[in-house]
């Protein structure tokens, strides 16, 4: 890859990430979410609005703590990615996993920035992982469950 496409992969990346060209922003999705709610299961959904952000949050973690950390270890599959199912969150929690999804959010887009990191060479700990795989199975995760954000907002009336 010349100097102008890695530019560009970088940026697309970074922008995918973001969102917001082909569907809404992790902003978007919770804007005014109604704090009274935030633990109502959505009709047919085994779990809360929470717990849908929550594995948001925890997934994304995982992927940039797999990139940055050789000895991070990723939490057992599927369980290790959600909420306990009779987790409760508070105001407090709501507002932490936001702020948690967003600080990863940001981490990973200075990844993709980070012109001193290879998007295309393997991961010295991960043969057969790049950072580019990496950052786009993140956007791809998160537009995945914003957009059913956005739907399941929908359908409980909370925009």
Not at 140 to 156: F, K
Request: proline content about 6%; some cysteine; aromatic content about 8%.
């Amino acid at each position: 890859m010349n100097e102008n496409e890695e530019r560009v992969a970088r940026e697309q990346a970074s922008a995918l990430l973001r969102g917001g060209n082909a569907h809404m922003t992790f902003d978007q999705a919770v804007a005014d979410f109604p704090l009274d709610r935030i633990n109502e299961h959505p009709p047919n959904v085994e779990y809360t609005i929470w717990h849908l952000v929550e594995h948001l949050r925890i997934t994304q973690w995982d992927i940039l703590n797999f990139v940055i950390d050789p000895d991070h270890i990723s939490p057992k599959w599927p369980e290790g990615y959600w909420p306990a199912q009779d987790a409760i969150a508070t105001e407090a929690d709501w507002n932490a996993t936001l702020q948690r999804f967003r600080e990863d959010l940001g981490s990973l887009q200075d990844l993709a920035a980070d012109c001193g990191r290879s998007l295309t060479d393997d991961l010295p700990h991960a043969p057969g992982y790049t950072l580019l795989r990496e950052l786009l199975l993140a956007a791809d995760h998160n537009a995945y469950h914003i957009g059913e954000l956005g739907i399941l907002r929908q359908v409980m009336g909370t925009w």
